[in-house]
């Protein structure tokens, strides 16, 4: 079966990087948009970037100029490089992508179990 599974979170100081990996794993046809979302203690769960099968990206307002997304179809990976990280970037992120296996005649959503960053001021 088809799982996304995020690796790379961690502690840092503010001002510091990360980089998170999620990959795809089982038999899949096609893989479209793909994304990252966090959500802070408390707080509702919410978009940080994505980017579409062909490659464009979007960020959230939050994280526009600190945060880049990109993918690697042949690895069915996508990432997120996170620098000049601060404590409001303190969440558990989630990958999420759309996933067609060779049987399904559409797309199916799919979510990581997260990987917990905190930025230690």
């Not at 992508?97 to 049987?103: E, K, Q, S, T």
Request: glycine residues 12%; hydrophobic residues 35%; proline residues 4%.
């Amino acid at each position: 079966q088809v799982q996304l599974v995020e690796s790379g979170g961690g502690l840092v100081q503010a001002g510091g990087s990360l980089r998170l990996s999620c990959a795809a794993s089982g038999v899949t046809f096609s893989i479209g948009a793909m994304g990252w979302y966090r959500q802070a203690p408390g707080k509702q769960r919410e978009l940080v970037a994505d980017i579409t099968g062909d490659g464009i990206p979007r960020y959230s307002h939050s994280v526009l100029g600190r945060f880049t997304i990109s993918r690697d179809n042949a690895k069915k990976t996508v990432y997120l490089q996170m620098s000049s990280l601060n404590a409001e970037d303190t969440a558990v992120y989630y990958c999420n992508a759309d996933i067609r296996g060779p049987l399904s005649p559409r797309p199916i959503n799919y979510w990581g179990k997260g990987t917990t960053v905190t930025v230690s001021s």
